[in-house]
Structure formats: structure tokens, C-alpha cells
């Protein structure tokens, strides 16, 4: 079985990170998509918040798999017998920080490939710090996020009760 880890913070989850999750899927067996709890990060949502809108948003999806991790990347890719990491890659710009990841990832577990993924044409300039800007200002970001991420930023910014 081909296992792929999908990492990140995840605060929140976007439709851009739905459109790679399922097309992961189409080149894996299973998916894990991996909630980083870092301390050194200063996120909107608590892990538990995270955890909730993940599991939410992938309900439904099988062979998907939701877990918090902290520590190495490399050692959850090796203690699961990863074959690949996703990664999105939006812009240029986003490809040298990426390929900084990679390039680590490859040292500390070898047996692990980095795949980076494009997304798809009308998810690429969207990023969750940019969802929480719009979201902030009571923007309209309904076709940006699932439904349960709309709804805890409204709550969250104080738009709805």
C-alpha cells in the first residue's frame, strides 16, 4: 500500500487544500493528512479547532487519514512507511522554501519522495493567511472554504453567534 503524508498547519483548511487532498488520492492508497501542532507558530485555531474542521472537510473521502503531529516530518514519514510527501506548490515563489523542505526531508528519510502538486487554476493565489484576512473584514469566502471553516471564522471574527 502506498501511503502519502499531506503536512501542514491547516489553519484553516481551504478548497485548495481539498483539491489536493483528493488528487492525491488518485496517485495514492492512503492519505494522510497531517496537522502540525508547532509551538513556535501563533495559529487562529487551537489544534482541537484544526483537528474538527479537517475531519469535517474530509468527511466522506475514504482511505483519508487525519492526524496532529509534532517533531520531524521525516520521522512520522518513516514511523508510518511513507512513499511520498505532498507538497502544493502555488508560485516560484513558494518552490525555493519547498525545495529547502524537500531537500531535508530527503536527507533525514530517504525512502521518502517529496511530490510537489499544482493546484488546480482557481485555487492558486488563495492561502489560509489570506482567507483570515477577508474573513476578518466579514468578506465573502464562502466558495474559498468548506462550509464548517466559514462558519468558525464568522464565529471567530464575531460575524455570527
Known sequence: MKVAIYPGSFDPITNGHLDLIKRGLQL???????????????????????????????????????????????????????????????????????????????KLAPKTETVFLIPSEKYTYLSSNLIKDVARFNGNINCFVPQIVEKKLKKKFGFSK
Open 28 to 106: 495514492f492508497d492512503q492519505l494522510v493528512v497531517a496537522i502540525a501542532d508547532n509551538p513556535d507558530k501563533k495559529p487562529l485555531f487551537s489544534t482541537e479547532e484544526r483537528l474538527y474542521m479537517v475531519k469535517s472537510a474530509v468527511k466522506g473521502l475514504k482511505r483519508v487519514k487525519v492526524v496532529l503531529f509534532v517533531g520531524l516530518l521525516a520521522d512520522m514519514a518513516k514511523r508510518l512507511k511513507a512513499s511520498a510527501i505532498i507538497r502544493g506548490v502555488r508560485a516560484v515563489s513558494d518552490f525555493e522554501f519547498e525545495f529547502q523542505l524537500a531537500s531535508m526531508n530527503r
